[in-house]
């Protein structure tokens, strides 16, 4: 019998992973772990048994390792889109999925990790699909104009109002509107929000990134203009 | 006991290092929202003392050849165990300021 501890504090997913595997006969799911003191609980109990782990949700990879070693058991990270696998594979886990896997992807996962292979789910795959499954993410992008892509690069670099200002050769009260704009369209509170947004969103960071580096190759000098 | 965060927090692992008197060394981010922060350090913190961090922020998730750094202030509100003996760190983020290279001395 194969045995599998699920460890994420997002309910549906959790629930959605145990739909697909409590059809298998020989796969029963031993443990839900909402919490990470849950999720410790079940490593001591269930030993022998596969853990898949949401990364966001038990970050420390090293120590969860060591710790999973210990009662031999084996990993199954569900990493973000933006995650490589080598820095999980490197300490020790043995399947990386991401969140895009479906059914079959994610049982011949687990079986193969059960048996102490590496599986990890086919990145150029992920990669090609992650502009739609970042919806978030690209409906944020193509509602933002030109200019406002090139303001949130230059908040999330650091950029005082004053500066952008300067940078794309304007007054510090218009970036201000221009940032009221933005706030509103991304559903945001302030700059800290803002950034974290941007830098959760990739697709969102790099057409912002894209942007700015288009301004900065049209315009002249701007900080010689400070 | 009731979750009092506010704002949305986001999944994102970033370096940190504690700044102040005393040496703790360098640690990481869990999660993110623009009121508070979970860290993950080495060795404890007081509930309800001030704290001073960095967060950097690494160049290619921005798409800038230089790295920001996020200054904060704040105060611990909670302190859990975590695997291994590595302290998770919940706290309250008063106030905060972004710094690029070029203003912290290029380093």
Redesign the interface.
């Known amino acids: 019998m194969l045995k599998i501890i699920l460890a994420d504090n997002q309910a549906i997913f959790r629930a959605g992973i145990a739909k697909v595997l409590a059809v298998e006969d020989d796969v029963r799911i031993v443990a839900q772990a909402q919490t990470v003191e849950q999720a410790m609980i079940a490593i001591e109990k269930f030993r022998g048994s596969v853990m898949i782990y949401a990364s966001s949700f038990l970050p420390d990879t090293a120590r969860l390792a060591a710790l999973a070693r210990e009662s031999g058991i084996q990993l199954v990270v569900i990493a973000e889109n933006s995650e490589l696998p080598e820095r999980y594979l490197n300490a020790g886990v043995l399947g990386l999925i991401f969140r895009s896997v479906d059914g079959a992807e994610l049982l011949k996962c687990v079986r193969k990790v059960s048996s102490g292979e590496v599986y990890v789910q086919d990145m150029r795959a992920v990669a090609s699909n992650s502009d739609s499954d970042d919806f978030v993410g690209a409906r944020v992008r193509d509602r933002l104009t030109p200019k406002e892509l090139k303001i949130v690069a230059l908040i999330v670099q650091g950029f005082k109002n004053k500066e952008i200002a300067v940078q794309l050769g304007t007054t510090e009260q218009v970036v201000k509107n221009y940032l009221r704009n933005v706030y509103d369209k991304i559903g945001v509170s302030d700059r800290l929000e803002l950034a974290l947004f941007t830098i959760h969103h990739r697709i969102l960071a790099e057409a912002a990134a894209a942007s700015a580096a288009t301004m900065r190759a049209t315009l002249p000098n701007p900080s010689g203009t400070a | 006991m009731d979750d009092i965060r506010t ?2 927090r ?4 970033l370096p940190l290092k504690i700044l102040g008197d005393r040496e703790v060394p360098t640690g ?1 981010t ?5 009121a508070g922060v979970y860290l ?1 350090i080495e060795g404890g913190l007081e509930v309800g003392s001030s704290i001073e961090f960095e967060i950097t ?1 690494p160049g290619e ?4 050849e ?1 790295s ?3 200054h904060c202030h704040g105060q611990v509100v909670r302190c ?1 165990l ?3 003996g ?1 302290t ?1 760190v919940a706290c309250m ?1 008063e106030r ?1 300021e ?3 290279t070029a ?1 912290v001395g290029g380093e």
Do not use: Q
């Not at chain 2, 986001?10 to 692992?13: D, G, M």
């Not at chain 2, 869990?30 to 623009?34: E, G, H, M, T, V």
């Not at chain 2, 998730?61 to 800038?64: A, D, K, L, P, R």
């Open positions: 704002g949305r986001f999944p994102v692992e990481s869990a999660n993110i929202s623009a993950w922020i998730s921005i798409g800038s230089e920001v750094r996020l859990d975590g695997p291994d590595r998770g983020i905060y972004f710094l690029r203003e």
